[in-house]
């Protein structure tokens, strides 16, 4: 029985790739296991190997094909024991029969990296859910904090943040890590971090660059500055007592005589379909804790620049990053010493009808909804709070006076979420002004649900924002 | 100082050398076989887009469960952490709701809901199918003390990986297991690479893990974890002691895995020579095969196994396909416990 053998998807977000190299003849024999193909995606050149015994009757596709649809055939197998089905066995229909990517990937560098080494072209080399969109470059409204004129450089948010890491461990006087003795081990074995944002540092300094949480805690009491990457803030859930008991409190619980300068950074919220464990957001947890500061960027700029002042700040901070973000480009002001307020919002647009106020992957719900709403005639102002303690209230306030409405959106829980803190005080602090009942749009309040449909239901969306907009502009939303 | 741990009590005599009956071989080659070609089928699905998010997969390790699911009796629990559709298969949990889990369809273990990582079935003893690694050993050590807590005589088998054995739970379930001498098994899967660390990079004094009860007076010991035999044997004496009242016991069972953590590893933190070479010499359903032949059993016979068990798990791979998602409104069930 001849079956096709699927052009595989090597990676969630794969929709295409290039068949780099046939390791096969057709009329050859392969077993399970052997390597058929090389395959390049957007990311990595990975081994495809043969998952059923039995010959190569035809290849389909020459190699050196470029834009191979996934699931198109590219070559067809006669399997081994090709008789007819076993009389009572179920009756199947024949299918075809995807490859698997190879368990070991070939040496050689994909021919799309970027030149230095560990530049999050490639694949993260440890787990990685799937991400969304890899190369739209996001214009957001330009940094109040960049002076005019400057150059800016398109980069994705993972490199802002190795960018960040690098320039900060450089600067001798602040850097614990410099002080260290340099990495002696050979640079293919030294850890790249977990999602190649932290490779730079981890290849320069070693085992110095990444810590555990109560181990990274004593350092930094005893005067070191070291950045904690957790895989994901998930797995943070394990370490919470060291950030929040011995991290948070212990500048008051001296009485002002030990600093704790630490920061523990890692993705924070939903990837895509890595269902309830791994899919959450602490944004609010954090934000409650006294004593800590909590940072949440959407943009690369942003990333780059208030991660710079995170490493440089005194007090413990956690830093919320985004996994679906990191392949994202955005401008970065080209700038020797770019670093950002803790503390303060940003406008990332400018309008006077509506305020959207979000933070991280929020944004990009809102910034989608504001345009749909600028095509019905509502004029949103779009708030990026970038830090979410202490909250830049001051800078919301100012707009909610402007516009006399607000909607919040954020993708983690409905109860004691940011939004709900946002809207409390709203309505405490300028509840003269308001036109309309604050409102939140926020994630479902379950547990991230695996089934695809579902976990589309548990997550914000751009039409509940608009929406929700439309509804506190009194505009009728249509059915 | 002393640098060497004492022998612990009650260590238990060796085991003798491993073997099985023609029929157990037969079985232990349908399981793993089953579990193999599921494994294969799932990441055929994984490619096709039917299976989204992390999907881990056990092949090359088959030989561990199925080996500690033959050692086992019926009451035995069961919980391991997220490289689980094996342990799922090897308790006997239908392959078609595995694999509709896989495809998160309604008629999933967890209705969809839980995926590849998260499955359980109280009716098999299975607690799951857990995310967050080094979770199953005070899990496990819990339900342990339920069943001590009932007077019944259960045992539960308590999976982890090598990695997880570095966690400081596992360290805080090892004492109050000792001491309230509650009965689990602790067994570690070491298959040498937690995610992309390789063991010895991450893990001190790495070569003897099943020595790391001994501080708290838990026995251990190290088993060829790709020879179901093997396993079995060292599973039926853990077990025979655990269940005596002795308290916990550790297994560290040595193993491999041919695939990459996740779907999508570029596996760039070991040769592919190693991987070849685990394969072609060390294979766990490739040693069972030869055992059997050397037992005289028919080729025939052998290769009609491998057929019915694709027939299986191409039926498993059509209806998880073929099954709806769940229905919107299960987003909001199943969030609080019904009254009782």
């Known amino acids: 029985m001849p079956t096709d053998i699927l052009m595989p998807a090597l990676s969630p977000t794969m929709e295409e790739g290039t068949l780099a190299k046939w390791h096969v003849r057709e009329g050859q024999s392969v077993q399970t296991g052997d390597v058929i193909a090389e ?121 802002a943040l190795r960018d960040a890491m690098a320039e900060e461990m450089r600067r001798e006087a602040m850097s614990s890590w410099a002080r260290r003795s340099p990495n002696t081990r050979a640079p293919t074995r030294s850890r790249k971090g977990c999602w190649r944002s932290s490779a730079a540092a981890a290849h320069r300094y070693a085992d110095h660059g990444v810590w555990f949480a109560g181990i990274g805690v004593g350092a930094a009491f005893a005067g070191l500055r070291p950045v904690v990457e957790f895989m994901t803030w998930n797995f943070a859930m394990q370490a919470i007592d060291h950030i929040v008991n011995s991290a948070a409190k212990t500048l008051y619980m001296s009485g002002g005589q030990m600093h704790c300068p630490i920061v523990f950074r890692g993705p924070n919220g939903a990837a895509a379909r890595v269902a309830a464990q791994h899919s959450q957001d602490f944004s609010s947890v954090y934000a409650q804790v006294p004593g800590l500061k909590v940072i949440a960027p959407y943009s690369a700029a942003d990333a780059k620049g208030l991660l710079k002042a995170a490493i440089r700040e005194n007090s413990p901070v956690v830093f919320l990053e985004n996994e679906i973000l990191y392949g994202q480009s955005f401008p970065v002001p080209k700038l020797d010493n770019f670093v950002l307020p803790i503390g303060k919002a940003r406008i990332a647009r400018a309008g006077k009808d509506v305020t959207l106020v979000s933070y991280s992957r929020g944004l990009a719900y809102a910034i989608d909804a504001a345009e749909r709403l600028a095509a019905q005639g509502i004029d949103a102002e779009i708030i990026d709070l970038r830090t979410l303690r202490p909250l830049d209230m001051e800078t919301v306030l100012t707009s909610v ?60 969306s751009v039409e509940l924002v608009v929406s929700a907009a439309k509804s506190v502009c009194y505009r009728e939303n249509a059915a | 100082m002393d640098q060497k741990p004492s022998e612990p009590r009650e260590m238990p005599a060796p085991p003798p050398e491993p073997t099985l009956n023609p029929d157990d071989y037969l079985a232990a080659y349908r399981n793993m076989l089953l579990i193999r070609r599921f494994e294969e089928k799932a990441g055929q699905l994984y490619g096709m887009g039917f299976i989204g998010g992390f999907c881990h997969l056990y092949i090359g390790q088959e030989a561990v469960v199925t080996g500690m699911m033959m050692a086992k009796r019926e009451g035995d629990q069961v919980i391991t952490s997220y490289r689980d559709h094996g342990h799922m298969l090897a308790t006997g949990m239908d392959p078609k709701g595995v694999m509709a889990e896989l495809t998160g369809r309604q008629s999933g273990y967890s209705k969809g809901k839980g995926g590849s990582m998260h499955m359980f079935s109280v009716e098999k003893g299975f607690y799951g199918g857990h995310g967050i690694v080094g979770t199953p050993a005070p899990l496990g050590s819990g339900i342990a003390f339920a069943n001590k807590y009932r007077g019944n005589d259960n045992v539960c088998l308590t999976f982890f990986g090598e990695g997880a054995a570095n966690q400081g739970q596992v360290y805080e379930s090892f004492n109050m297991a000792s001491l309230w001498k509650l009965p689990v098994l602790y067994i570690i899967e070491n298959n040498h690479y937690a995610m992309g660390t390789a063991v010895e990079r991450a893990t001190a004094h790495a070569e003897e893990l099943y020595h790391r009860g001994l501080a708290f007076g838990i026995p251990g010991r190290q088993v060829d974890g790709m020879d179901v035999a093997a396993v079995k044997a060292a599973g039926e004496e853990a077990l025979a002691h655990v269940r005596s009242g002795e308290g916990p016991m550790i297994l560290e069972v040595l193993t491999y895995r041919y695939r990459g953590h996740s779907m999508s590893d570029p596996a760039k933190y070991r040769t592919r020579e190693e991987v070849q070479d685990m394969r072609q010499h060390h294979d766990p359903i490739e040693l069972v095969h030869k055992r059997l032949s050397a037992l005289g059993r028919d080729e025939e016979e052998l290769k009609a196994v491998d057929k019915e068990i694709r027939a299986v798990v191409n039926e498993a791979a059509q209806f998880a396909q073929d099954e709806p998602e769940p229905e919107p409104g299960e987003l909001w069930t199943d969030v609080v416990a019904a009254k009782d």
């Open chain 1, 39 to 159: 395959i390049e995606t957007d990311k990595a050149t990975m081994e495809v190997e043969a998952i059923e015994d039995g010959v190569i009757q035809s290849i389909l596709v020459p190699e050196g094909t470029e834009h191979v649809a996934v699931n198109q055939p590219i070559a067809v197998l006669l399997l081994e024991d090709d008789e007819a089905p076993a009389e009572g066995a179920p009756a199947v229909a024949p299918q075809p029969t995807v490859s698997e990517p190879a368990a070991a990937a070939p040496p050689q560098a994909p021919a799309a990296q970027a030149p230095s080494p560990g530049l999050g072209e490639t694949e993260p080399e440890v787990e990685t859910a799937p991400a969304g969109p890899q190369s739209r470059t996001v214009r957001a409204a330009p940094e109040p904090e960049v002076p005019a004129g400057t150059e800016m450089v398109d980069m994705t948010v993972r490199e």
């Open chain 1, 401 to 460: 006076r402007k516009t006399n409405r607000i909607v919040t959106v954020e993708e983690g829980w409905p109860v004691c979420s940011v939004g709900t803190e946002i809207c409390a005080q709203v309505t405490a602090q300028a509840f003269d002004y308001l036109d309309a009942p604050p409102l939140k749009i926020t994630g479902a309040d379950v547990p991230m649900p695996y089934a695809a449909n579902l976990e589309k239901l548990a997550l914000p």
